[in-house]
């Protein structure tokens, strides 16, 4: 049996990645550690019931003795760290819990996963350990019109959520060059499906369209993402686990580039379809001051991991953008419970004070 330490799996990720494992292996043991910030929600894992496959443990994976001690009683063959502050925009209001989580936790579990991984005084690894850093495309910074992000471009973030990820992917970098450790990294482009947080693009407007509330756009709205549905995420993920070729990076993503605003009116039009409400429509759509530091563009060539791991998305955009829509339709109750308190008081942070601009004024600042 394949004993996995994954962490940060309350979280929108990490939730559907332990559903995708519980559902596709048999003989796994996942011991779940996170430390439920506001994006972490126990709800999410309620579906679980009492399969002893899973092991929730609340807890900070910067703690250097709860992560040895999980070492010691579980004796782990994988570490899969989701574990992060993943906000663009928190990380732009609030940037030192973005270097303690995504820095500090990071060498924290490199660190004791080679205690327990590696006899210091031979330098020898145990058979079949790996660890595998859950990393992003925007590590490589944007992109122009053209081109796209391969395992080799340069790392140039410009967001201190990003920066910090980069650092993070730099000391497992460090861990495999120096000490001979296991690792891979994946770098991903941006996910959607159920479970993610209301503060992300997707969700967010799903919920204040709903609500008949304005549809908030940064700037001209004319900035691409490559978007991926969750599954072929938790997919890949699993794929390299078991089969990357240690000390690797594999980007993850399906040529699915689109702008924010295609995306905002066809969450709309999905909205409309399903729910016959013509509250909700355009007009909705209020382009607010822009992000700064905003990356224009982000493309994954998943090339590599296609050719060396098999692996390919299996969802389309028009398929999975349908079945995100139904859920969080399904779900009124979760949104409505993590869319009250701390959220209200963020939302009103961010969003309260961005002006709004106008078509003829070309949406700059
Ligand atoms: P999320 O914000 O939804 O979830 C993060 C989880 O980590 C939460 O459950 C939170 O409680 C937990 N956590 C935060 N700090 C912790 C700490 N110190 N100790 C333990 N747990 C802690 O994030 P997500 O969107 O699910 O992203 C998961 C990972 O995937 C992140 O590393 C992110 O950088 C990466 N990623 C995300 C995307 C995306 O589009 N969402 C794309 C590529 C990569
Ligand atoms: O690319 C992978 C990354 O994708 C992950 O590493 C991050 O964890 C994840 O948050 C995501 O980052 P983005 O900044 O791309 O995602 P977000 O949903 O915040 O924004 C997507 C785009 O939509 C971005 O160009 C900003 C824009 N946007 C976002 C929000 C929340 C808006 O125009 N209005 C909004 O209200």
């Given amino acids: 049996m394949k004993k996995y330490l994954v962490t940060g799996c309350a979280g929108f ?30 709800a999410n894992l309620e579906g679980i019931g009492n399969d ?16 040895s001690s999980l070492f010691g009683k579980y004796d782990f063959d994988y570490v899969i760290n989701f574990a992060a502050e993943s906000h663009v925009d928190r990380s732009i209001s609030d940037p030192g819990v973005f270097v303690r989580t995504n820095v500090n936790g990071t060498f924290n579990l490199l660190s004791k996963a080679k205690d ?49 990820k980069a650092s993070a992917d730099l000391f497992v970098k460090a861990f495999h060059d120096t000490y001979g450790m296991p690792v ?12 993610q947080f209301p503060e ?16 908030p756009v940064y700037g001209d709205g004319m900035q691409v993402r490559d978007w991926l549905y969750v599954d072929d995420h938790c997919r890949a993920i699993d794929t390299v686990c078991s089969q990357g070729k240690p000390g690797e990076v594999y980007n993850v993503g ?34 607010v001051a822009d992000r700064p530091g905003h990356d224009r563009r982000y493309g994954i060539d998943p090339t590599k991991i296609g050719r060396e791991l098999g692996w390919y998305p299996e969802t389309s955009f028009e398929d999975g953008i349908v079945r995100t829509v139904d859920w969080y339709l399904d779900n009124t109750g979760w949104m409505e ?29």
Avoid at 52 to 67: N, S, Y
């Fill in 116 to 164: 327990a991984w590696c006899d210091a005084e031979k330098n020898v690894w145990r058979e079949g350990k790996k660890f595998l850093q859950v990393s992003t495309d925007e590590v490589y910074g944007a992109l122009g019109k053209d081109g796209f992000f391969t395992e080799t471009t340069p790392l140039d973030p410009h967001s201190p959520y990003s920066s910090s």
């Fill in 13 to 42: 990720i990490g939730t559907n990645f332990v559903y995708y494992m519980l559902k596709k292996h048999r003989d796994i043991l996942l011991v779940n550690l996170d430390k439920l910030t506001y994006a972490g929600n126990p």
């Fill in 254 to 287: 399906g040529h699915n580039e689109r702008t924010n605003l295609f995306i905002v009116k066809t969450v709309i039009d999905v909205m409309r379809e399903k729910l016959g409400d013509g509250g909700i429509s355009e007009n909705l759509i209020t382009h």
């Fill in 200 to 215: 992300k693009l997707i969700p967010l407007m799903i919920n204040n369209a709903r609500l008949h509330r304005p549809l």
């Fill in 184 to 195: 891979n990294v994946t770098r991903c482009s941006n996910n959607y499906g159920p479970y």
């Fill in 52 to 67: 002893a496959r899973h092991i929730f443990v609340k807890g900070d994976i910067c703690d250097p003795e709860l992560v």
């Fill in 337 to 365: 419970s993590v869319t009250s308190g701390a959220y209200l008081r963020y939302y009103e942070e961010n969003y309260g004070s961005r002006r709004k601009l106008t078509a003829d004024k070309g949406f700059s600042e």
